[in-house]
Nanobody, 120 residues
Framework: QVQLVESGGGLVQAGGSLRLSCAASGNIFSIISMGWFRQAPGKQRELVATISRAGFTNYADSVKGRVTISKDNAKNTAYLQLNSLKPEDTAVYYC??????????????WGQGTQVTVST
């Protein structure tokens, strides 16, 4: 089994910053990519950012220039640096990992979600 543990959410004023972490552990052969989605109340889940094992990144247009995703392959951990936060960034942020298991099957795993609340 594979577990993703998220941390780093919280309450911050508009313009502030937060850093989210997502640590993957368990029976992992390789992590193909990691990233975050978010879901605000009454809205669909949307992609925030992804990062591949090779370090290629992808960002939603709504966060480009304000968000940076990074990773530590040795720790199987990804980080999401959120800067210049806006009230519309308020959501539950869900980490995911696209993992190759020892049996060489690829499976997606999800974290428990962490709340980010941006006040005006």
């Amino acid at each position: 089994q594979v577990q993703l543990v998220e941390s780093g959410g919280g309450l911050v004023q508009a313009g502030g910053s937060l850093r989210l972490s997502c640590a993957a552990s368990g029976n992992i052969f390789s992590i193909i990519s990691m990233g975050w989605f978010r879901q605000a109340p009454g809205k669909q889940r949307e992609l925030v950012a992804t990062i591949s094992r090779a370090g290629f990144t992808n960002y939603a247009d709504s966060v480009k220039g304000r968000v940076t995703i990074s990773k530590d392959n040795a720790k199987n951990t990804a980080y999401l640096q959120l800067n210049s936060l806006k009230p519309e960034d308020t959501a539950v942020y869900y980490c995911f990992a696209h993992v190759t298991l020892p049996a060489l099957s690829n499976v997606d795993y999800w974290g428990q979600g962490t709340q980010v609340t941006v006040s005006t």
